[in-house]
């Protein structure tokens, strides 16, 4: 009886171990799986888009919109009534407060040249900190993407 008494503290014991030891692993899976979610390459394309409710019907509306063309050129289009708010692609805050103004929704979109990947969401701070041309690594999650350091 003396052994299985010792038996049952030492499972005790071990049990809280397992358990830490499975939400570590499980932890690891989930930022190795995220990672692994994330392709590198060059900014090829930045976008903005405002979202209209109308009557019940979404309207999207493009605001801004810069793409890297095959010889290094780069071809922008900007909404009328946004030209000289959007200065080299930056939206400042107070322009993004006047678009939250407008809009049910503003989006901002990076896309990237890595074989698979899409042109997700990301963060206004994300969006003006990507230049195009430059190498990036976006993340992929659930809502967008995070844009992380190309050279990880």
């Keep these: 009886m003396a052994g299985g008494a010792a038996t049952a503290v030492t499972r005790s014991r071990r049990a809280p171990l397992k358990?830490?030891?499975?939400?570590?692993?499980?932890?690891?899976?989930?930022?190795?799986?995220?990672?692994?979610?994330?392709?590198?390459?060059?900014?090829?394309?930045?976008?903005?888009?405002?979202?209209?409710?109308?009557?019940?019907?979404?309207?999207?509306?493009?605001?801004?919109?810069?793409?890297?063309?095959?010889?290094?050129?780069?071809?922008?289009?900007?909404?009328?009534g946004y030209r000289g708010r959007i200065d080299e692609g930056i939206v400042s805050t107070d322009l993004h407060r006047d678009?939250?103004?407008?809009?049910?929704?503003?989006?901002y979109y990076l896309g990237h040249d890595c074989p698979g990947c899409s042109a997700p969401a990301v963060s206004r701070r994300e969006f003006n900190g990507v230049a195009l041309d430059e190498s990036v690594r976006l993340v992929y999650h659930d809502d967008g993407a995070t844009v992380v350091p190309a050279p990880l």
């Excluded at 394309?45 to 405002?50: I, K, N």
């Design 19 to 80: 358990a830490v030891a499975g939400a570590g692993a499980t932890v690891g899976v989930g930022y190795g799986g995220s990672f692994a979610a994330s392709g590198r390459g060059r900014a090829l394309v930045r976008h903005v888009s405002g979202h209209l409710v109308d009557g019940g019907t979404l309207r999207i509306v493009d605001i801004y919109h810069e793409e890297l063309n095959r010889d290094g050129t780069a071809d922008r289009r900007v909404r009328d």
């Design 99 to 107: 678009l939250f103004d407008r809009f049910a929704a503003v989006r």
